[in-house]
């Protein structure tokens, strides 16, 4: 009998250690910013821990389906196909936008090209232009690097252009993966969250403002101005998606992030808030 009450003390003990844990996983793009709210919610919520790990909005929007995780962070809107997942569960989601983000389209800082359009950006990118001999007059192979599969970024950026990614394009795991391959290769080319370049992350790159045929003013992914107006073509909300059964636990950071301390944070790591500092 007492190793019964035992037993049931430590589950109950677990069961108590689980409910102050959120588990929040997926964007790469968020996962950065997600670790410093997390601390400072900490700091002023020392009985609550929240946990954080990457692996692309597709991994999280699964763990979050398994029920490995509280909140999926995703770069992206959760698509059709993972609609109906939730659905042949019977599993009711939500989503919260807490911020956000613009894609920059680096390349080294030495290649002779100050801007580019979304046309010239898709050919480069599906592989139609393999040189640089256009664009910068330098006859060198367009090197791109890009995500894997998995990452929100990867579909946006191919949703936006309406292009299918090179076969030859190199699938990095992270943002700052592709910044480093790009500060070591004079003729590539990638794409990764603003908030990674802000803030003196571009060193040795060169982040290159992007137009569009019917606007041709080129606008940077830094141009806060902008990014307020809605004026740059890779400009994106930034999800959280949960179950609307684990509202009342994860309901504190919530509120968190959309209070004036958390959008202050959102808005000091490079990121876009939604509400006027």
Same mark, same amino acid.
């Given at each position: 009998?007492?190793?019964?009450?035992?037993?049931?003390?430590?589950?109950?003990?677990?069961?108590?250690?689980?409910?102050?844990?959120?588990?929040?996983?997926?964007?790469?793009?968020?996962?950065?910013?997600?670790?410093?709210?997390?601390?400072?919610?900490?700091?002023?919520?020392?009985?609550? #821990? $929240?946990?954080?790990?990457?692996?692309?909005?597709?991994?999280?929007? @699964?763990?979050?389906? %398994?029920?490995? &995780?509280? =909140?999926?962070?995703?770069?992206?809107?959760?698509?059709?196909?993972?609609?109906?997942?939730?659905?042949?569960?019977?599993?009711?989601?939500?989503?919260?936008?807490?911020?956000?983000?613009?894609?920059?389209?680096?390349?080294?800082?030495?290649?002779?090209?100050?801007?580019?359009?979304?046309?010239?950006?898709?050919?480069?990118?599906?592989?139609?232009?393999?040189?640089?001999?256009?664009?910068?007059?330098?006859?060198?192979?367009?090197?791109?690097?890009?995500?894997?599969?998995?990452?929100?970024?990867?579909? #946006? $950026?191919?949703?936006?252009?309406?292009?299918?990614?090179?076969?030859? @394009?190199?699938?990095? %795991?992270?943002? &700052?993966? =592709?910044?480093?391959?790009?500060?070591?290769?004079?003729?590539?080319?990638?794409?990764?969250?603003?908030?990674?370049?802000?803030?003196?992350?571009?060193?040795?790159?060169?982040?290159?403002?992007?137009?569009?045929?019917?606007?041709?003013?080129?606008?940077?992914?830094?141009?806060?101005?902008?990014?307020?107006?809605?004026?740059?073509?890779?400009?994106?909300?930034?999800?959280?998606?949960?179950?609307?059964?684990?509202?009342?636990?994860?309901?504190?950071?919530?509120?968190?992030?959309?209070?004036?301390?958390?959008?202050?944070?959102?808005?000091?790591?490079?990121?876009?808030?939604?509400?006027?500092?």
């Amino acid at each position: 009998m007492k190793y019964c009450f035992f037993c049931l003390a430590i589950l109950l003990q677990s069961c108590i250690e689980q409910d102050k844990t959120i588990k929040i996983k997926g964007s790469d793009t968020e996962v950065n910013l997600a670790v410093e709210l997390a601390e400072s919610f900490h700091v002023m919520n020392p009985i609550v #821990f $929240v946990s954080i790990s990457g692996g692309g909005s597709g991994l999280g929007i @699964a763990s979050l389906l %398994n029920n490995t &995780a509280d =909140i999926a962070n995703s770069s992206r809107s959760i698509n059709e196909e993972e609609i109906t997942l939730f659905q042949q569960k019977g599993i009711q989601i939500d989503s919260f936008i807490f911020a956000q983000d613009a894609i920059a389209i680096v390349v080294a800082k030495d290649l002779p090209i100050d801007s580019i359009s979304t046309n010239d950006l898709a050919a480069v990118l599906s592989g139609k232009y393999s040189t640089w001999k256009s664009l910068a007059n330098k006859d060198l192979p367009v090197n791109i690097y890009g995500r894997q599969s998995n990452s929100g970024t990867h579909d #946006f $950026v191919k949703d936006k252009l309406s292009i299918e990614f090179s076969r030859n @394009a190199k699938e990095m %795991n992270g943002n &700052a993966q =592709i910044l480093e391959a790009i500060r070591a290769d004079h003729s590539g080319i990638g794409y990764v969250g603003a908030g990674y370049v802000s803030h003196g992350g571009s060193k040795a790159l060169k982040i290159l403002p992007v137009y569009t045929q019917e606007n041709k003013d080129a606008v940077s992914p830094l141009d806060a101005q902008k990014i307020a107006a809605g004026k740059y073509f890779f400009q994106r909300p930034l999800f959280q998606y949960y179950k609307t059964s684990s509202y009342i636990k994860i309901k504190p950071f919530l509120d968190y992030e959309k209070g004036q301390a958390g959008q202050s944070i959102i808005h000091s790591a490079g990121y876009y808030p939604l509400r006027k500092l």
